[in-house]
């Protein structure tokens, strides 16, 4: 029995880590895409990709629907994330850089074991309290605030942070059904009624942007549209998919802390791939909360064994 758990708890942090990669990358990409589209304009065409993609997987591996009742569940689920959560972000990162948002996602984490002490009744160790302090010291000065436009920052930066917030109730609320059922299926299922609410809120962007109404507002770039449809596939699709196959096998205590590899990827990409420069301040300030990330998922591990964290 034991060799079995062991292996359980592998593939489960592996599908973690794979998610919080594509999310970390993805991110980058959503960056580069919003040069050249509207926020819930992104959002939709993302999902487009994306829910085509899941639906084409769940044909081929003929999947079992899941009882009606579920199904309700599992669906509605997807309205917090990627739904809200998402055009949260995305909105937000027309506001701030992919480096900034990258770190503000390592926020998650916090908010899920916070949701677990007030849904579930767990409460976190003094440890975890410091070290969250340390997270937001750390946050507040790689955001920078003294450069650019300290209003539209802190602005983008609210935004992002209510998206985690929403994306906290996702994992933590997702972890208790998502054990017994299909993984594609959960996702498409979700991502489906996601884009239908996505379509609702394009009134909202056009009242935002009012220019987004004109059908000439999309570009007609063919690296654009590639770089938006791929970019859905990783973020979505992958990205959920993996992270939703982790929670069969670990508890969202294990899996939220590899989303602290999310705004490492994403910092890193960002200066990559988007020529984003970063302040002695701000690498100094992403090191601190990096560092605070890292002490907490060794804290966890010590003060529990693996198999606390095995979904039985």
Known sequence: MAPKKISRASLGIASATMAAMCWGGALVMSKGALGSFYPVTLLIIQLMASVTFLWCVVAFRKASAPTANVLVKLSFLGLLEPCLTYVLVLIG???????????????????????????????????????????????????????????EVWFGASLISLGMLSAAFYVVLSSRIAKE????????????????????????????????????????????????LVSGIVQYALAFSFYIYSLKYIRAGLAGMFLNLVPVIGVVGAVVFLGERLSLLQVGGAALTIIALVLIAKNAASENTLKDYIKK
Request: net charge negative.
């Open 93 to 151: 990162l027309t506001f701030t850089g992919a480096s900034e948002a990258s770190l503000l996602q390592s926020l998650e984490s916090i908010m899920i074991v916070l949701l677990a002490m007030l849904l579930l009744k767990e409460i976190p160790s003094i440890n975890f309290i410091v070290l969250s302090a340390m997270i937001l010291v750390g946050l507040f000065f790689a955001l920078d605030i003294h450069g650019g436009n300290v209003k």
């Open 181 to 228: 059922q299909d993984v594609f299926y959960i996702v498409a299922c979700q991502q489906t009624l996601a884009l239908v609410a996505s379509i609702l809120m394009l009134p909202l962007e056009w009242t935002i942007y009012p220019e987004s109404k004109a059908f000439a507002a999309l570009p007609g770039s063919l690296e654009v549209w590639g770089l938006a």
